[in-house]
């Protein structure tokens, strides 16, 4: 394994700015000022205001090394499941930093904004058909806010047929933001278990759909990494009561190009285009969470629609029956720039080649570890596979002890103890980007640490042992968090 990843000899320690603050020592030398010196009233006088006083490499050395105690997709592997933590092309980044999109603003008009608004509609377009739907909107800002707006489309259709429905069946296998989404719109959630091979049945399904039922959200695949066999038969029989079925397509990366969600029974579904559509996130956004929708809904879609008419692209504000708006404007645009230019980049070959990679790739770990973790459900997978710690429990050694000791050899940790339904669960997803060199580097840190659990447990107990922070109280992070840094 490469001995330099994992050392940790120039990553410094960093006072506050303030701290650093040296009187009379400044970043910039201007000319001295000829123009008559006006009085500021008091309290905006630097006098009051506290600000450090400091020189250009000062800053640049503060953020810089501030940086460098952060781990992102860019310094090295992430496999956090569920996540999708990909690498983004740099590409992405340099459209979006132009200067005609960068400096593009909503309210010079449709008129001055053809391009921006092209753009939009392109995407939307380019997204109903990767998901086979009929119509899109890029506004939710992530991919709960995306949930949340199709369950207000569900909520809607309901009303408009006349009758509201109290209840919505979610799998015990769910992302906690679909409970939470359907709570929002005033359902109550209905767990539906799956079976002993972490998927649905429709059986299952069966018993709980009635005509108070809403409808069903379903990932797919699901969050142990598993594709829902019976999504058709499942959808039939919700339909068949008069509810629709949401997707969670979160976890698009792992069929793009292969399963189409429209024709599989789904009504309604949304798209994190910050996990597959290879937009940076996990640093708290901004994100992106489009929904798609049958013909059907597509009068339910939050307002304003982009659409063209004739060679003139046009924003929509007059739908009736809209759900409103889910955002200013129409959403990120930045995002939206990022994922229409890896879409574009990547071609429809180079998506499909996407998901196959992403599968091929957790399969490899998934056989690759089968014999030093325990794996719960042992079938082929999707983009990502759950394993646990039931074998290391019999030397006191659980999964967040590996997961820490991790960090030592120098991997961002998998998802832990997610899904629920899985105890322990230690969840990888590598995603197409790594290369077989890394996943077999991040394959052999597990195997080392899962013989270190028998020979040498302390060595996990104390873990991580050589980051600059080492194991924190988490329970006392959260009771009492310190937001001041
Ligand atoms: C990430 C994820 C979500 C939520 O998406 P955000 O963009 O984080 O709001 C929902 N469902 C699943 C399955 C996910 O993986």
Redesign the pocket.
Known sequence: MNSQIGTSGLIFNEPQLWDKSIPGRCGISIPSNDVAKIELSKELTRENVEFPELSEPDVVRHYTRLSQWNFGVDSGMYPLG???MKYNPKTNEVQASKQEIAGAHPLIGDDNSQGALKLMYDLQVMLAEITGMHATTVQPA??????LAGMLIIHKYHEKKGRQRSKIIIPDT?????PASATLCGYESIKVSSDENGVLTPEAVAELMDEDTAGIMI?NP??LGLFEKHIKEIADLVHAKGGLVYG?G??MNAIMGYVKPGEIGIDVL?L?L??TFATP?GGGGP?S?PVVVTKELEPFLPVPIIAKNNDKYVIIEDMPDSIGRMHTFYGHFNVLVKAYSYILSMGAEGLKNVSEYAVLNANYIKESLKGVLNLPYDRPCMHECVFNDKKQAQFHITTMDMAKRLLDLGFHPPTVYFPLVVEGAFMVEPTETESKQTIDEFINAVKTITQEAKENPEILHSAPNITKVTRLDEVQAARKPCLRG
Request: one cysteine or more; aromatic letters at 0%; glycine letters at 18%.
């Open positions: 569920s996540c999708t992530a991919g709960a806010h995306g949930e769910a992302h906690g933001t679909n990932t699901n969050t969670d979160a976890n949304h994190n910050h996990k996130h994100g969470g």
